[in-house]
């Protein structure tokens, strides 16, 4: 199949499994394609595939991946006051890293607003359908949300990072508490020590709870910090710890902090 062949044959799927999008006319635009194929995987319920779908599927974003370039953390270089930490701005989904950290809501099966641009969104539709289900099991056999401040891991499946690790920050709508830094901080160490014990050399970690959960910026990156140094300066088999940052100001927030 080319990739405009599977691009259909995955849209032709989705959309005859849903009594809702049934019947529901493919646009003929390549970029129209691809975001509605985005919008059908970020609303489908979490439950298995053929073989053949995830076939395609896996071939689909392979080749998607190859488009968009992926970047080796181990070829970014560390910032000049520690050799163990980098920080590097660009797509998370694109780093070639043992793990890297996702953002992720209490429900942990994934952003469900379609094409939304929050990085569980993204990492969920460059992981496959998999994950939404892998996460559905685990959340499933835990019988209760994600508490604030803990981790789960999962494989990465189409990502380049063999595993994601899902955690979820505290929400500020207040003046900001102690035990909202030591939430934040709990993320930091929580997603660490289970990198460890699955035995990652490199991790590269978002900026937990700073977009739509609103936690400040500059104190969320002083925790990220101050958080990651201290585990580091502990034996473990974490060697490196990659800060990856969105936006100019969260880069200018770190190197600020970092050198």
Request: hydrophobic content about 40%; proline content about 6%; overall charge positive.
């Given at each position: 199949m080319t990739q405009d062949e599977r691009r259909l044959y995955l849209l032709e799927r989705l959309l005859a499994e849903s009594a809702q999008y049934k019947g529901m006319e493919i646009p003929a635009d390549r970029e129209e394609q691809r975001r509605l194929l985005r919008s059908l995987m970020n609303v489908r319920p979490a439950m298995p595939v053929t073989e053949a779908f995830q076939k395609v599927q896996d071939e689909y974003l392979s080749e998607r991946l190859a488009e968009r370039g992926i970047v080796d953390a181990a070829s970014l270089p560390a910032v000049p006051s520690n050799p163990r930490l980098a920080?590097?701005?660009g797509d998370i989904t694109a780093l070639k890293v043992d793990a890297i950290v996702n953002a992720a809501n209490s429900r942990m099966e994934g952003c469900w607003q379609p094409c939304h641009a929050c990085i569980d969104n993204?990492?969920?539709?460059?992981?496959?359908?998999?994950?939404?289900?892998?996460?559905?099991?685990?959340?499933?056999?835990?019988?209760?949300?994600?508490?604030?401040?803990?981790?789960?891991?999962?494989?990465?499946?189409?990502?380049?990072?063999?595993?994601?690790?899902?955690?979820?920050?505290?929400?500020?709508?207040?003046?900001l508490t102690e035990?909202?830094?030591?939430?934040?901080?709990?993320?930091?160490?929580?997603?660490?020590?289970?990198?460890?014990?699955?035995s990652c050399r490199a991790v590269a970690f978002c900026c937990i709870s700073t977009g739509v959960f609103r936690f400040p910026q500059d104190k969320a990156a002083e925790l990220a910090v101050q958080t990651v140094k201290e585990f580091l300066n502990e034996p473990s088999s974490i060697e490196r710890v990659v800060f990856n940052v969105f936006n100019p100001a969260d880069e200018r927030i770190y190197r600020g902090l970092l050198g």
């Open positions: 920080i590097w701005r993204c990492i969920h539709t460059f992981a496959g359908v998999q994950l939404r289900l892998r996460c559905h099991e685990l959340m499933t056999a835990q019988g209760h949300e994600e508490p604030t401040g803990q981790a789960k891991l999962t494989p990465g499946y189409n990502l380049p990072a063999k595993y994601v690790l899902h955690t979820v920050g505290p929400i500020i709508d207040h003046p035990q909202d830094c030591a939430l934040l901080a709990s993320c930091y160490l929580s997603c660490l020590k289970l990198a460890a014990q699955n």
